[in-house]
């Protein structure tokens, strides 16, 4: 499966990092477990861009093979930062693999690769702060209230 170069790719990974938030400055970012269609539907539209390290592979693989998700298989890391254009990131929640310190092992048998689980969680960064948005409720609210009131006057 192929998907377009879009300039607004869909950000793909096996982990959420501090790092890739740093790109953002001040933002709101929601996040919600999607679907395999959704995410088919996501990235035929947007494209994407894995992030992965080279011995996360097998584990590209049986997304794949399991999802058919065809998403490729990077030959180095491709370190990246949430941005205006790069606005969405989908992480690959992986369960039932030992970890190390709450990383993914290098290598895990056969046996252990069919016991493990995937759900997928995306991020998105909205473009205007949940703060701002609160502030911009609270005028439209009270103009409201305002004209309301001025509506209902009566006459005395």
Do not use: C
């Amino acid at each position: 499966m192929s998907y377009p170069k879009t300039g607004q790719e869909v950000y793909v990974s096996l982990n959420l990092s501090n790092t890739m938030l740093t790109g953002i400055g001040k933002g709101t970012i929601t996040r919600e477990e999607v679907s395999v269609d959704y995410l088919k539907r996501l990235f035929a539209e947007h494209g994407v861009i894995v992030s992965a390290k080279p011995e996360q592979h097998r584990l590209l693989e049986i997304v794949n093979a399991t999802f058919d998700l065809g998403l490729e298989l990077p030959e180095d890391l491709k370190l990246f930062q949430l941005s205006e254009q790069h606005r969405r990131l989908v992480v690959i929640n992986v369960q039932g693999l030992r970890r190390k310190g709450g990383s993914l092992l290098p290598e895990y048998s056969e046996e252990e690769f069919g016991e493990a689980t995937f759900t997928f969680v995306k991020y998105y960064v909205q473009s205007r702060h949940y703060d701002e948005l609160v502030e911009e409720n609270k005028k439209l609210k009270f103009e409201l209230d305002q004209e309301v009131e001025w509506r209902n006057r009566t006459d005395n």
